[in-house]
C-alpha cells in the first residue's frame, strides 16, 4: 500500500550474512551467535560500525532463551550503546518484518545506513516447551506447531486433488539444494521422494522429513540508501534494490476463514505486486525464497501469492517449475526445510533473495537472477511479511518519482 | 546519521489509556482495556478502524507469563480483512517510533500505535523483572527491581549530584503529600522510599498517528512530531556512570538534528523513580520554567510497556488543548534508564 | 474537542473472575563461548575472573566485545581479578526475596574487584545496613562445593567472619560446560469477560456460544470483540455438543508433556449450530478411519469431574450418523 502515492526514499541492501546453522551452537554465547552474522554481513556490505545508523533486532518468543528482551542486555556485543535500537517481534514473520522495518527506517529519509539482525537459539531451551506450556483453562489437544498445520494440509490436499507425494517432492528438491549451501542445517544431497514417503507419519498427512529442524542461528542485512548503494555499485559491489516491502495481518480464528489460503496473505502479495510494478508474478520474478517449514506449504504459498491459480500450486512442484532449473526457482538454498532458526527464518528468506540479485548466492545462485522475491509467515497462518527485491532500481518507483519532480 | 528533514509531517491526533488500575479484571492479553480504549480514540479523531492504515503494538510476553500474548491483543482491532500491523517486544513508545517511519516511508497516512501491560499477574515481580538482566552473571542473584534503582539513587547521592530532599520534592509533587510524610516513610530499597517508586499498575494506551491534511482535518491543533529520536546505552551496569544517561542526550539529539532543544512549555519524563527524573532533566537541560511531568508519571502510577507511550500522549494533549506549544515527551526502557526516547512535539498556527 | 476522555474506566461484567495460576518454568541451558566460559571456570575453580579490552581497561564479569571498537575479544585476554574490592553503591535487603542469593537479609551491591577497573552486581552478608558503605572493603567467600555459577561467592566486609544463610539454587555448569539458569515466573492467568460464560457452561455441561451483533453466526468459544468487525458480540446461545469434523490431523510425534498415547486424532469440529470449528480430540475409532465430515458428539467427563476447561469434553467420538456433505462445510476449511 502507499496512501500518499509517493515514492518512498530508495533503499538497497547492501550486504547479508548469516551462521552456520545447527541444532546446537554451543560454541558461542547468544551475543556471539548474533556477531557472527552481524560481522558477515557487515564485510559484505563493506561497512564499518561508524557508517551504522540504527539497529534493528528481531526474533520470536522471548521464552525460546529465558531473557525479557535480551537485546538490552546485548546492546554492546550488538553495537548498538549510543545508537537507536528498535526490536520487532510478530511471531514467526518477524526475520521478514524486521528487514521491513530496517527498510522503513532508510526510506522515512532518516537514516543513511542500517542493521537489520533476527536470531534464535532454540537449544537453550525447548521451543515444544515454550509453545505447549499448559495454559489454565485451554484443554490439552495441542501437539505443536505440527499438531495445528496437518489439519489444513490435509484440506489442501483433500480440496485440490494433489497427489500425495507432492510434499515429498518439495522435500527432495529443497533438502538437495541445502546441500550445496554451506550455512545449511540439513545437508541430504541424496535424499530420494521413495525415503521420505517410507519415512514415519509424524502428523499425519505430514511425514517426519517433511518437517523443519530446530536450529540455532542468526541472520542480517545492512541495508542503505540511494547514495549508500550507488557508492558499492560504483565499487564495483552489486546491491540488491528493495523495490517493494508489504506486512499484513489477520485474526488466527474467524467464521469462514480459508486456512489454505488466509486473506492476510493474499492482500499482502496483491499490495506488493502492486508497488512493485509486477503484473504476472510467475514470469517476472526470477528466484523465490518463500517460507515452507511443512512442505506442502510450498504449492500452497505459491496459490496464495498468487504465482499461480487456486488449486494449481501442486502442478508448478509435479513440473518441476520450482527446482533450481525450472522458470521459478523455489528456495534454491535449502530453505526452512533445511535450516529453521525461527526468528531468523524470515530474514534469511529476505537475504537469500538479495544475495540471488547480488550474484553473490555462491553454489546455489541462479544464473540471472534480476529480481527475487522473500515472504515469511508465522502465527496461525496470520502475519506475512514479505519483499521483492533487484539488480537495478524499481522501475515503478522511479518513473513516478520522475513524474512528481516534472509537476513541481 | 542523516539529517534530512522528514518529507512528511505527521501529527498525533487522538489519545487515550486505560484508567489505571491495580489489578484489572481482563486477561493478560490486554484486550478488555484496549476496545474501549481503541473506542474513545477513534471517537475522538472520528476515523474509522479501517481508516487506520498501520497498527503497532509495544508489549511484553513476560508480563503473560506465556508466548505471544501479544497476537491475541489483535482481536481487540477486528483485523478482518487484513490489516497492515507490526509489533515491538518492548514499551509502545518504540511502536510509536516504527509508525512514524512507516508514515515517512509513505507506507501509511494513519497509524493507531497501543501497548499494553498486565503487571498485576505476576505474583513476583521482581522475579519477573530480573529476567530482563544479563542471563549469565545478573538474573540468577535475583535482584529486586526497586533495590537495583536503589543503586542508581545511591550513586548520584554519593557523587553529590542530589540529596535525599531532592528526592522528597519530587515524590511529594507527584503523590500531592507533604514532604514531612515522604521524610517520616519507611526505606523500600535504601536510600529510595515507596514514594520513590513506581506502584504496580495495569494499563493500556493508544495513540493514532496522521500524516499532513489527515492531520488538520481531524483536530484544530494536532500536536505535530517535531522531532523523534532514540538511543541505547551499555548494558554493562558496573561500567555506566549511573548518574548520566547519555542516550537521552543522544535521543534528544536526533529528535533535533542536532540542533538546541528550544522553549518547551511542558515535558512528560518517563522516569519510574524520584531520581530519574533529576537524571533526565539534567541530559535534556530542561530548566526551572518547564513543567515536569503534571500527569504523575510513573512514579504515581506505571502501567509497564505502555507507560512510555502515555507520556507522550500527555505530551500531545498538552498542546492540542491549547495549554503548550512546544512539548517533550520521553519514554525509557530496560534497567536503570538504559534505554532511551524523546519525542518533540509542537503546535502550528 | 474539549471532551476528550484520555482516562477511560473498564467495565467488567457482573459475576466473579475465573483465575488459575500459571507458573512457567525451565532449567536454560545456555552455551557460554569462550570468554564468559572462561569466567564460569574460573568460579568453579574459587577464581575471579575479568578481560582486559583494546584500551587496557579490565572487565569483571568479562565482556565478550570491545565496548569502544566492537572487536571481538579473545580468550587470551582473560586475567584474574583479586577476591576483594571496594562497594562502588549499595542498598540494603532486608526481606529477601525467593530468588535472592541470600536468605538472610544483605546488601546488594556493585563491587569492583581490585585489578578491576568495572564494577560486577553481587551480595554483601552482612549484620544490618549500618555495616554497609560506600568505598568499604569486602572480600568474596566462596560456598563449600562451587560449580561454575555466580552464586558460588558472596562477599562480607573485610576481615568478616558471617556466616550467612545460602538459598538453593539449582544452576551453574553442567557436564557439557553449559551454564544452567533455571527461571521461574508466578502469573495469575485470568479468562476473558465472555470465556467466563464458555467455561461455566462446560463446568455445567453446556458448549456457550456467542452470536455477532452484526452478522448471524455464532462463535465458540464466545469472544467479547467479534473478530470480523471489532465491535461487541451480541447474546449468548447455548449450542449443540454434536458436530461434523471439518479436517483432521493424526499425531503419531510423542512429545513431552503428552497425555495420550499415538496415534490419536485431534480435529476441527464445526458443532450443530456454530459457526466456527474448534479442535479437540477424536477417539472411539481407529485413527485411520476418521474421515472429513464425518458426524461426531462430545463425550463428557462424569458430572463430579467437570471442571472450567474444554477438558471437561474428555474427546470427541463418532454419532454413527451418516457423513455431511463437503458442501456444508467446505467454507470453514
Given at each position: 500500500m502507499n496512501p500518499a502515492n509517493r515514492p518512498p526514499v530508495e533503499a538497497a541492501v547492501l550486504g547479508t550474512g548469516q551462521t552456520h546453522h545447527?541444532?546446537?551452537?554451543?560454541?558461542?554465547s547468544m551475543a556471539g551467535l548474533c556477531r557472527e552474522a552481524i560481522d558477515a554481513a557487515m564485510a559484505d556490505a563493506r561497512?564499518?560500525?561508524?557508517?551504522?545508523d540504527a539497529i534493528i533486532i528481531g526474533k520470536a518468543p522471548d521464552l525460546f532463551e529465558g531473557v525479557m528482551m535480551p537485546e538490552l542486555m546485548m546492546a554492546d556485543a550488538l553495537g548498538a550503546a549510543g545508537k537507536p535500537l528498535l526490536r520487532v517481534h510478530t511471531a514467526g514473520s518477524v526475520g521478514g518484518s524486521t528487514a521491513i522495518a530496517a527498510t522503513a527506517h532508510v526510506q522515512s529519509g532518516r537514516f543513511r545506513r542500517v542493521l537489520a539482525v533476527s536470531w534464535e537459539k532454540q537449544s537453550e531451551s525447548n521451543a515444544m516447551w515454550a509453545l505447549s506450556l499448559?495454559?489454565?483453562?485451554?484443554?490439552?489437544?495441542g501437539a505443536g506447531a505440527g499438531g495445528h498445520f496437518a489439519p489444513h494440509v490435509r484440506s489442501y490436499i483433500e480440496t485440490s486433488?494433489?497427489?500425495?507425494d507432492t510434499g515429498a517432492k518439495v522435500v527432495v528438491k529443497d533438502r538437495r539444494a541445502g546441500a550445496r549451501?554451506?550455512?545449511?542445517?540439513l545437508h541430504q544431497p541424496d535424499i530420494t521422494v521413495e525415503q521420505v514417503m517410507a519415512g514415519k507419519m509424524l502428523w499425519d498427512p505430514i511425514r517426519y522429513d517433511e518437517t523443519c529442524p530446530s536450529s540455532d542461528g542468526a541472520s542480517a542485512i545492512v541495508i542503505g540508501d540511494s547514495v549508500a548503494a550507488r557508492e558499492a555499485e560504483s565499487a564495483g559491489r552489486g546491491v540488491a534494490w528493495i523495490h517493494a516491502t508489504s506486512m499484513r495481518t489477520e485474526a488466527?480464528?474467524?467464521?469462514?476463514?480459508?486456512?489454505?489460503?488466509p486473506r492476510a496473505g493474499r492482500d499482502a502479495a496483491a499490495a506488493l505486486w502492486a508497488e512493485a510494478g509486477i503484473d504476472d508474478p510467475r514470469a517476472e520474478i526470477d528466484v523465490a525464497e518463500i517460507y515452507v517449514p511443512?512442505?506442502?506449504?510450498e504449492p500452497m504459498w505459491l496459490e496464495n501469492l498468487g504465482f499461480?491459480?487456486?488449486?494449481?500450486?501442486w502442478k508448478l512442484v509435479a513440473e518441476g517449475?520450482?527446482?533450481?532449473?525450472?522458470?521459478l526457482p523455489v528456495n534454491?538454498?535449502?530453505g526452512v526445510l533445511s535450516s529453521n532458526p525461527i526468528g531468523a527464518s524470515g530474514m534469511l528468506r529476505f537475504a537469500e533473495a538479495a544475495r540471488q540479485v547480488m550474484g553473490?548466492?555462491?553454489?546455489h545462485q541462479i544464473a540471472g537472477a534480476r529480481r527475487a522475491f522473500g515472504h515469511a509467515y508465522g502465527g496461525a497462518s496470520q502475519y506475512f511479511s514479505m519483499w521483492v527485491v533487484g539488480a537495478e532500481p524499481n522501475e515503478a518507483v522511479a518513473s513516478l518519482r520522475e513524474t512528481q519532480d516534472q509537476a513541481l | 546519521m542523516t539529517t534530512t528533514t522528514p518529507a512528511r509531517d505527521v501529527a498525533i491526533v487522538a489519545f487515550a489509556h486505560a484508567?489505571?488500575?491495580?489489578?484489572?479484571?481482563?486477561?493478560?492479553?490486554?484486550v478488555e482495556m484496549l476496545a474501549p480504549v481503541f473506542a474513545e480514540c477513534y471517537e475522538q479523531s472520528g476515523?474509522?478502524?479501517?481508516?487506520?492504515?498501520f497498527w503497532c503494538s509495544g508489549s511484553s510476553d513476560y508480563l503473560a507469563g506465556?508466548?505471544?500474548?501479544?497476537?491475541?491483543?489483535i482481536e481487540a482491532i477486528g483485523a478482518t480483512p487484513s490489516i497492515q500491523e507490526s509489533h515491538v517486544e518492548g514499551d509502545a513508545a518504540w511502536a510509536l517510533f516504527e509508525a512514524w517511519l512507516t508514515i515517512l516511508s509513505g507506507h501509511a497516512d494513519t497509524a493507531l500505535v497501543y501497548g499494553f501491560g498486565?503487571?498485576?499477574?505476576?505474583?513476583d515481580l521482581d522475579a519477573t523483572m530480573a529476567a530482563?538482566?544479563?542471563?549469565?552473571?545478573?538474573?540468577p542473584l535475583g535482584p529486586g527491581r526497586h533495590q537495583l534503582a536503589a543503586l542508581q539513587a545511591r550513586a548520584g547521592l554519593d557523587a553529590g549530584m542530589w540529596s535525599t530532599d531532592d528526592l522528597a520534592r519530587i515524590a511529594a509533587r507527584t503523590h500531592g503529600i507533604e514532604l514531612a510524610e515522604v521524610a517520616a516513610a519507611r526505606a523500600e530499597a535504601d536510600p529510595l522510599t515507596a514514594f520513590d517508586c513506581p506502584p504496580v499498575t495495569d494499563g493500556a494506551c493508544a495513540v493514532i498517528l496522521a500524516a499532513g491534511d489527515r492531520a488538520k482535518e481531524i483536530r484544530t491543533t494536532p500536536a505535530w512530531i517535531a522531532g523523534l529520536g532514540q538511543a541505547i546505552d551499555s548494558a554493562e551496569l558496573g561500567a555506566?556512570?549511573?548518574?548520566?544517561?547519555p542516550s537521552v542526550r543522544e535521543a534528544a539529539r536526533q529528535a533535533t538534528g542536532g540542533a538546541e532543544l528550544g522553549p518547551i512549555d511542558l515535558a512528560e519524563l518517563h522516569t519510574p523513580y524520584s531520581h530519574q527524573e533529576i537524571i533526565v532533566r539534567r541530559e535534556l537541560g530542561l530548566g526551572d520554567n518547564v513543567r515536569i511531568t503534571p500527569s504523575g508519571g510513573s512514579l504515581a502510577a506505571d502501567p509497564m510497556f505502555s507507560a512510555g507511550l502515555e507520556r507522550i500522549g500527555y505530551a500531545a494533549k498538552a498542546i492540542y488543548d491549547g495549554g503548550a506549544r512546544r512539548t517533550l515527551g520521553h519514554a525509557s526502557a530496560g534497567p536503570l534508564l538504559q534505554h532511551n526516547l524523546v519525542a518533540l512535539l509542537e503546535g502550528r498556527g | 474537542m474539549a471532551t476528550d476522555s484520555i482516562a477511560v474506566q473498564i467495565e467488567a461484567p457482573e459475576g466473579e473472575a475465573l483465575s488459575a495460576p500459571l507458573h512457567p518454568s525451565f532449567d536454560y541451558t545456555r552455551s557460554t563461548g569462550p570468554i564468559l566460559g572462561a569466567f564460569f571456570a574460573g568460579l568453579r575453580e574459587r577464581t575471579l575472573r575479568g578481560i582486559r579490552d583494546n584500551s587496557g581497561r579490565v572487565h569483571v564479569p568479562p565482556v565478550?566485545?570491545?565496548?569502544?571498537?566492537h572487536e571481538a575479544l579473545s580468550a587470551s585476554d582473560i586475567v584474574d581479578v583479586a577476591e576483594e574490592g571496594e562497594v562502588v553503591s549499595w542498598t540494603w535487603v532486608s526481606e529477601p526475596g525467593?530468588?535472592?542469593?541470600?536468605?538472610?537479609p544483605h546488601a546488594l551491591a556493585l563491587i569492583r574487584p581490585r585489578g578491576a577497573d568495572t564494577a560486577m552486581l553481587h551480595v554483601i552478608a552482612a549484620e544490618?545496613?549500618?555495616d554497609i558503605s560506600t568505598g568499604m572493603r569486602v572480600e568474596a567467600r566462596w560456598i563449600p562445593?562451587?560449580?561454575?555459577?555466580?552464586?558460588d561467592l558472596y562477599f562480607v566486609p573485610a576481615g568478616s567472619q558471617m556466616s550467612p544463610g545460602l538459598a538453593d539454587y539449582r544452576g551453574g555448569l553442567d557436564d557439557s560446560d553449559r551454564l544452567v539458569t533455571p527461571v521461574e515466573l508466578d502469573v495469575t492467568h485470568t479468562a476473558g469477560f465472555a470465556e467466563r460464560t464458555f467455561l461455566r457452561g462446560l463446568a455445567a455441561g453446556k458448549i456457550i456460544g456467542r452470536r455477532r451483533s452484526n452478522g448471524p453466526e455464532v462463535y465458540v468459544p464466545p469472544?467479547?470483540?467479534?473478530?470480523?468487525?471489532?465491535v461487541p458480540m451480541g447474546e449468548f446461545v447455548e449450542v449443540a455438543d454434536t458436530g461434523v469434523v471439518t479436517t483432521f490431523g493424526i499425531v503419531n510425534a510423542a512429545f513431552a508433556?503428552?497425555?495420550?498415547?499415538?496415534?490419536y486424532v485431534t480435529a476441527y469440529i464445526l458443532l450443530d449450530g456454530s459457526d466456527l470449528p474448534i479442535q479437540h480430540l477424536v477417539l472411539?475409532?481407529?485413527?485411520?478411519?476418521?474421515?472429513?465430515g464425518m458426524r461426531v458428539r462430545a463425550h463428557w467427563v462424569p458430572e463430579s469431574e467437570?471442571?472450567?476447561?474444554?477438558?471437561?469434553?474428555?474427546h470427541f467420538e463418532p454419532t454413527g450418523e451418516p457423513d455431511a456433505p463437503r458442501g456444508s462445510f467446505e467454507k470453514h476449511l
Open positions: 545447527t541444532s546446537r551452537r554451543l560454541d558461542v561497512a564499518g560500525w561508524d557508517d551504522i499448559p495454559v489454565p483453562f485451554a484443554a490439552p489437544v486433488g494433489a497427489p500425495l549451501n554451506p550455512h545449511a542445517h488466527g480464528t474467524y467464521s469462514g476463514r480459508n486456512h489454505r489460503s511443512f512442505s506442502w506449504f499461480c491459480d487456486a488449486g494449481d500450486g517449475a520450482t527446482a533450481p532449473d525450472g522458470d534454491p538454498s535449502g553473490r548466492a555462491d553454489e | 484508567a489505571h488500575s491495580e489489578a484489572s479484571p481482563g486477561t493478560t492479553n490486554g476515523l474509522d478502524r479501517r481508516e487506520i492504515d506465556r508466548a505471544f500474548s501479544f497476537i491475541s491483543a498486565k503487571a498485576s499477574a505476576s505474583a530482563q538482566l544479563d542471563p549469565y552473571t545478573q538474573s555506566r556512570d549511573l548518574t548520566a544517561s | 565478550e566485545f570491545d565496548p569502544t571498537t525467593a530468588s535472592a542469593a541470600l536468605a538472610s544490618s545496613a549500618a562445593e562451587p560449580r561454575g555459577s555466580i552464586r469472544r467479547d470483540w467479534c473478530p470480523s468487525d471489532g508433556g503428552q497425555k495420550i498415547t499415538p496415534p472411539g475409532i481407529p485413527a485411520n478411519e476418521v474421515r472429513m467437570r471442571v472450567h476447561s474444554m477438558a471437561s469434553i474428555s
